[in-house]
Structures are given as C-alpha cells and as structure tokens.
C-alpha cells in the first residue's frame, strides 16, 4: 500500500499550487482524509481534513485560502492553497486510514510529502 503525494513546488507568493495524494496497493477500502505539513524546526500540524460525516476542519493558519476535496471513487486526496505565503513553506503529507483485507483492523497511513517552498 502506498500514498503517493504530489504536485509541490516553488511559488511565489500570492501564488497557488494543487496538491493531490492517491492511495494505490491491495487493499479493500481506504479512507484518505487528511493533510498535514511540518516545517524545518516545527511539530507536524494539521492543515485540513475531511471527517467521518463528510465536513472539513482547516488549520486556523490556512482557513479561506485552502481547500480540501476528494474523489472517493479513485482514492485520491486534493488540496487547492491559493494566497500562498512564505509560512506555508513546509513538507505537505497526505495521511489514510486503509483496511488492507476484510476482518483486519483499519491502519494509519502517511505519504512520503512534498515540498511545498513559497518565496519571492
């Protein structure tokens, strides 16, 4: 199983980048919910989930500049920033809950991130 994030790079602010994550391997269901960033020196932070009922939650630091979305059907993750600034400088993680096989607990899973730099 794995949780393949991407479309990270340079911008400069003021900018706007799509971040999208997609799970991919064996398994009978996934649950791609949510994005984490941690920058250099700094604790992982939440950026922006989807819940259990379908609502999001945005980290104070990103609310009404980002977007969380998803496409249950492919498994895939998005995350739209726009108005970005240098603060948002940070790895991007994608995160999932994945039952691998029916009858099997539900298991936390973290993509390897991409770097999102945001400079003039």
């Known amino acids: 199983v794995q949780l393949q994030a991407s479309g990270g790079g340079l911008v400069q602010p003021g900018g706007s980048l799509r971040l999208a994550c997609v799970a991919s391997?064996?398994?009978?269901?996934?649950?791609?919910k949510a994005w984490y960033r941690q920058a250099p020196g700094k604790e992982r932070e939440l950026v922006a989930e989807?819940?259990?009922?379908?609502?999001?939650n945005y980290g104070v630091a990103v609310m009404g500049r980002f977007t969380i979305s998803r496409d249950s059907a492919t498994n895939r993750l998005y995350l739209q920033m726009n108005s970005l600034k240098p603060d948002d400088t940070a790895v991007y993680y994608c995160?999932?809950?994945?039952?691998?096989?029916?009858?099997?607990?539900?298991?936390?899973?973290w993509g390897k991130g991409t770097q999102v730099t945001v400079s003039s």
């Open positions: 989807i819940t259990r009922g379908g609502g999001t």
């Open positions: 391997g064996r398994f009978v269901r996934a649950n791609v």
């Open positions: 995160n999932s809950e994945i039952r691998r096989h029916w009858g099997r607990d539900v298991e936390d899973y």
